[in-house]
C-alpha cells in the first residue's frame, strides 16, 4: 500500500467505522475490488484513529462518568448541576446505573466477539474462499437495513405514544436488561457486513432507550470494545516485531513484503491512513449524530439495500 491507498482506506474506515454501515464489511470490500491487502496491524492504527474521534467528541460525557465513578467510590456528595444536562449522567443515579450497564454490555460484547473472532481464525485456517466472505458481508448489509428500518418504525410509533413531555418516562440510567440486550447486539455487530453502531443504536431503541441517549451509549460503550479489539491485535504486532517479521522504513508503502519474507513498514503512509481516519471519522460522527437526532437512521438503508442487491448480481467480479 502506498500513501495514497492508506489514505483512502483510513477515509473509507472512517465514514463506515461510525455511520450504520459496516466498516469491516467496507474494507473488505474495497481490497477485493482493488486488489489490497490489508495487513491486521494496518487496521489497528486505523480503529485507533476512529477511537481518538470518539473520546474527543464525547470528552465531556467521558469526564462526567469518571467523575461519578470518582465521586461513588469516595462517597462524595452530587454537585447542584451535571456538567451536561441531556447527557446519560443526568442525575447522580443515571450516571452509576449507566457505569454499571457499560461493563455490563462490554463483558457480553467481549464474550461474544472472542467467540466469533475464534469462527473466523477456524474459517481462516480451512482456506474459506473469499467470494464466500464478500457473499456474507452483503447479507450482512441487508440484516443492518432491517434493523435500521425497524429501529425508525419503533422509534415513530414511540413519538406518537408520547402526547406530552410530561407522559415522557424519566430518564434514570440504562437498565441491567438493556446492557445485557445492547451488549447481545453489539455482539453480533462483530458478524461480516453488521454494522456495530447500527446494531447498538437500534437494540437500545428496542429496548426503550430515548434514541439519542441510545446513540450516545453506543458509542460510549464502542470504546473499550474498539480497544478491546485493537489490543488483541496489536499483541500479535508486537510479538510479530519480536520475531522479527517486521522492519520499518520512514517513507515507502505502508506495507511491503522482502525477498527474504520480512514485512517492511512504512511509518509515512501509516501515520498518513490514521490522520485520514481520524479526520474522515470524526465528520461521520458528527454527522451521524444529527441524524440521530431527527430519528432518521433509515436513511442509511437506502444505500445499503442497493449495494448488497448490486452485490449479490455481481459477485462473481469478486
Request: proline share 4%.
Amino acid at each position: 500500500m502506498n500513501v495514497l491507498q492508506s489514505i483512502f482506506l483510513g477515509a473509507v474506515q472512517g465514514v463506515t467505522e461510525f455511520l450504520p454501515i459496516s466498516s469491516s464489511g467496507h474494507l473488505k470490500i474495497m481490497e477485493a475490488l482493488f486488489n489490497l491487502s490489508v495487513p491486521d496491524w494496518f487496521d489497528v492504527f486505523l480503529h485507533l484513529a476512529t477511537l481518538l474521534a470518539i473520546v474527543i467528541y464525547f470528552w465531556k460525557q467521558i469526564v462526567e462518568f469518571f467523575q461519578v465513578l470518582f465521586r461513588w467510590i469516595g462517597k462524595k456528595p452530587a454537585p447542584e448541576k451535571p456538567l451536561i444536562a441531556d447527557g446519560l449522567c443526568k442525575t447522580e443515579e443515571a450516571g452509576r446505573r449507566t457505569i454499571i450497564a457499560v461493563l455490563i454490555t462490554t463483558v457480553v460484547t467481549a464474550v461474544l466477539g472472542l467467540g466469533v473472532e475464534k469462527i473466523k481464525d477456524i474459517l481462516d485456517e480451512k482456506g474459506v474462499p473469499s467470494k464466500f466472505v464478500i457473499l456474507a458481508i452483503f447479507t450482512g448489509f441487508i440484516i443492518t437495513s432491517g434493523l435500521l428500518i425497524t429501529c425508525g418504525i419503533i422509534n415513530k410509533l414511540r413519538e406518537k405514544n408520547i402526547a406530552s413531555e410530561s407522559n415522557a418516562k424519566p430518564y434514570n440510567g440504562i437498565t441491567i436488561p438493556q446492557a445485557l440486550f445492547v451488549g447481545l447486539f453489539q455482539g453480533i455487530g462483530t458478524l461480516p457486513g453488521i454494522s456495530r453502531s447500527g446494531s447498538t443504536i437500534a437494540s437500545g431503541v428496542y429496548s426503550g432507550v430515548d434514541r439519542k441517549l441510545a446513540g450516545d451509549y453506543s458509542f460510549i460503550v464502542s470504546i473499550p470494545a474498539i480497544l478491546g479489539a485493537a489490543l488483541l491485535k496489536a499483541v500479535k504486532f508486537v510479538k510479530a516485531i519480536k520475531d522479527g517479521c517486521f522492519t520499518f522504513s520512514v517513507m515507502g508503502n505502508a506495507s511491503a513484503v522482502t525477498q527474504n519474507g520480512t514485512e517492511v513498514v512504512g511509518i509515512i503512509p501509516v501515520i498518513a491512513g490514521f490522520l485520514a481516519s481520524f479526520a474522515v471519522g470524526y465528520l461521520s460522527l458528527f454527522l451521524l449524530m444529527k441524524v440521530i437526532k431527527k430519528g432518521k437512521l433509515e436513511w442509511f438503508a437506502a444505500y445499503l439495500i442497493p449495494v448488497a442487491i448490486l452485490g449479490f448480481i455481481f459477485i462473481n467480479h469478486f
